[in-house]
């Protein structure tokens, strides 16, 4: 089946969001939403999610999965106002587990943060399927940016998170912790697999050199042909080399911190203190 899909792209953040809606009835999924966060005042925002329920309620749309392709690290996820809003079950990779240990003891968080994977609704592993009414989602486990990324293959759509990039922009860094480009090579094959007609939307767009507009959707065969770190075959020691050297000239993400704290948690904040006031951390030296 095609998927009737629908982008919202947050400039500040440079992330595309995706309304995935079965064309032939009102079930629809969310996938890689955005909370907006000015670091400079420590404040929320709900504008780039009020759009999507917007959207989602002028279709009389029936939200059953809020779907995250990996733990965040430039953008806070919307999914608990949206699943209060509109419903439906937050679902991650099943790898969150190594995500929340890892951050879990960079932030000091204490026995009280349970790294179980039980603030989200599904836990996806490779091979598992769900549904969106009558449109079929199969997962792939795609690491290598992080142990936690997932492709979410609905019918002849590919949801690829921050794995791949539009074609002349390449591919994304793997030196975060858990990530590997030697991993990257690997899930991006997988990727490369399914039919060269698959549409592929990517997690970010950050314009090109000599491209004037965003983009987020190309196919499986332009990446092939096309993607400027992993087309035409290039085999998996230039990948790994390229990509390390890349990674090695790039600093944080900008909101990596409070990023991390919260999407490792399913978009929720830290409880609050016994004021009522919700407090993120800024470890020293440790990212």
Same mark, same amino acid.
């Given at each position: ?9 947050d ?5 595309a %969001?995706?309304? !995935?809606?079965?064309?032939?009835g009102?079930?629809?999924? #969310? #996938?890689d939403s ?8 420590g @404040?929320?925002?709900?504008?780039s999610?009020? @759009? ?5 309620r002028? =279709?009389?749309l ?6 995250e ?7 806070? %996820?919307?999914?608990?106002?949206l699943? $209060? ?6 679902g ?6 190594i995500v929340? &240990?890892?951050?879990g003891?960079v932030?000091n $968080? ?11 609704d599904?836990?996806? &592993?490779e ?8 449109l079929r ?10 142990p936690?990324?997932?492709?979410? !293959?609905i019918?002849n ?6 794995t791949?990039? /539009?074609p002349d ?14 991993? /990257?090579?690997r899930?991006? =094959?997988? #990727?490369?697999?399914l039919? &060269? $007609?698959? @549409?592929i939307?990517?997690g ?12 987020w ?5 332009? =990446?092939?042909?096309l ?14 080399? /390229? @990509?390390?050297?890349r990674?090695a000239?790039l600093?944080?993400?900008r ?17 609050p &203190?016994? =004021? ?8 020293v030296?440790?990212?």
């Open positions: 089946m095609t998927p009737d899909v629908t982008t919202f792209f400039e500040v953040t440079n992330t %969001s995706y309304v !995935v809606r079965d064309p032939s009102r079930a629809a999924a #969310i #996938i955005v909370l907006d966060y000015d670091p400079a005042a @404040r929320t925002d709900t504008s999610a009020d @759009r999507i329920i917007a959207y989602i002028a =279709q009389d029936d939200v059953q999965w809020i779907l392709t990996h733990v965040h690290a430039d953008h806070l %996820s919307a999914a608990p106002y699943q $209060e809003q509109l419903g439906g079950k937050i991650i990779g099943k790898n969150i587990t929340q &240990d890892t951050f003891k932030f $968080e204490g026995t009280e943060f349970q790294r179980d994977g039980s603030q989200f599904a836990l996806f &592993d091979g598992d399927s769900f549904h969106i009414g009558q989602g199969d997962v792939l486990h795609t690491p290598g940016h992080t936690a990324c997932l492709t979410y !293959v019918g759509a590919a949801f690829v998170g921050d791949l990039f /539009m922009y390449g591919t994304a860094r793997c030196d975060f912790p858990g990530g590997s480009s030697e991993t /990257m090579y899930s991006i =094959q997988k #990727i490369l697999a039919p &060269d $007609e698959t @549409r939307f990517v970010h767009d950050y314009k090109a050199p000599n491209r004037d507009d965003y983009a959707e190309t196919t499986v065969g332009e =990446q092939k042909a993607n400027i770190h992993i087309g035409a075959g290039k085999p998996i020691e230039d990948f790994v080399a /390229m @990509r390390d050297a990674d000239t600093g944080p993400p909101l990596i911190l409070p990023s991390l704290q919260v999407n490792m948690r399913a978009g929720q904040f830290p409880d &203190d016994e =004021q009522g006031d919700v407090f993120l951390k800024i470890p030296n440790k990212i």
